[in-house]
């Protein structure tokens, strides 16, 4: 599989529980790139990686996101004390250039 | 300020016909780049097409064009010979600056395209 690939595709969790996704970007692709997307709206920046370091952070990304991506390939986005306004849509993509974003089908979060 | 203007929520369009999805953008930027995406009800940001600001042919991929007009800062996209498979939520978003530098993507709010038969 060529593809950028997100897990878990679903994820029921309760409100002040901690999860964590995972990311797969292209193999080839330096850049790692987080998106969140609640209903109706486009998809808004979270985070970015170049190879291990994370060099930019949206103001939306709270002290209770954290972000890694260790050796420069996979990466995990966790969420510590859920809420239910955290519930959305976070997609991962992946880059070599600025103009060749790859999407994976992202995870969506329930927080209930 | 909104950098992405999508003002249809929705879009019907019977198969085979021709439709064209409206975006404008507001930038200050001359070096900037304009995306479609398509994210049909799986979840998946698939890529259309892309135009760079200094682009001077409109961009064309396949059954897809955009509509490039720099001075009224728009971006349309024009589906030709609609097919029942593009219903789906369609996405234009905008990088702005060039070089090494990271840039964001910037998303507007969609439209939703429904193909009837």
């Known amino acids: 599989d060529t593809g950028v690939s997100q897990d878990p595709r679903h994820k029921i969790t309760k409100r002040g529980q901690n999860v964590t996704f995972r990311c797969d970007p292209i193999s080839e692709h330096n850049r790692l790139y987080w998106y969140r997307q609640t209903l109706g709206q486009g998809p808004e920046f979270l985070t970015y990686?170049?190879?291990?370091?994370?060099?930019?952070k949206s103001r939306l990304l709270s002290d209770r996101f954290s972000a890694e991506r260790p050796k420069g390939s996979f990466s995990t986005l966790e969420i510590q004390h859920t809420e239910q306004g955290d519930s959305a849509m976070y997609l991962c993509a992946s880059s070599l250039r600025q103009d060749g974003y790859t999407f994976g089908s992202g995870t969506r979060l329930t927080v209930v | 300020a909104q950098k992405i203007t999508q003002t249809q929520p929705g879009m019907f369009v019977q198969e085979k016909e021709a439709v064209t999805l409206d975006c404008t953008y507001d930038t200050s930027d001359q070096s900037y780049g304009l995306f479609w995406y398509k994210q049909p009800s799986s979840g998946e940001m698939i890529f259309l097409i892309y135009q760079g600001s200094y682009d001077e042919q409109n961009a064309t991929e396949g059954r897809y064009s955009l509509n490039f007009q720099k001075a009224r800062k728009s971006a349309n996209l024009v589906i030709s010979a609609s097919q029942l498979g593009d219903s789906a939520m369609y996405f234009c978003?905008?990088?702005?600056?060039?070089?090494?530098?990271?840039?964001?993507?910037?998303f507007g709010t969609g439209t939703r395209l429904l193909v009837s038969p």
């Open positions: 978003a905008m990088r702005e600056g060039s070089g090494t530098g990271f840039q964001k993507l910037v």
């Open positions: 990686f170049q190879n291990e370091a994370q060099l930019e």
